[in-house]
């Protein structure tokens, strides 16, 4: 996992402060008060900052329950989007208000995770999800929610010409 360099990510985009998170917010929520302006980047700010967490945690859960062959290409499909310069949402020039599309895929790929027959993680990331969907809007929403599901294909499709070829090989 590359989870020093996600967290490398998070540091420069902090670097650069809050005020461009809170007028990404302004211009997002413009009925917000300054309190809620405030309140919402500190929100996001900490949602964000736990992204290398909750892949941490996502890998070590993958590893005990001998799934990391099925779980760890997802992740890195999630850390490899939060590491590539250019995105949906530039942190380069957006700082944490950057990282937001990022931290978005990464919820909605633990999301799906959790889909399976039994739950993988046990989190309640609806309402984390849901708050960085509203930030995002749903145009960037939704494709990322593309992006994650494509994912979910693609793994899934690998797994079927696996097994297909230990099958024939049998």
Known sequence: MRLAEVQAVIDSAKAV?????????????????????????SLATEIIEAVPIFLARAAQEASERHLSMVVQPLL???QY??????????EATQGLAGLLDDAYLVLRVLQNLEKGPEPFLDW???????????LVGEQVGHRLDVLSLA???????????????????A
Do not use: C, N
């Open 81 to 90: 989007y939060f590491l590539r310069p250019t995105d949906l949402m530039p």
């Open 124 to 134: 309640d990331l609806d309402y984390p999800a849901a708050f960085i969907r509203r």
């Open 151 to 169: 994912a979910m294909q693609e793994l899934s499709d690998k797994l079927s010409q696996f097994w297909s070829q230990v099958a024939h090989e």
């Open 76 to 78: 890195d499909h999630a």
């Open 17 to 41: 402060g809050m005020e461009p998170l809170e007028r990404f917010i302004r211009w997002r929520l413009p009925e917000a008060t300054p309190a809620e302006i405030a309140d919402a980047a």
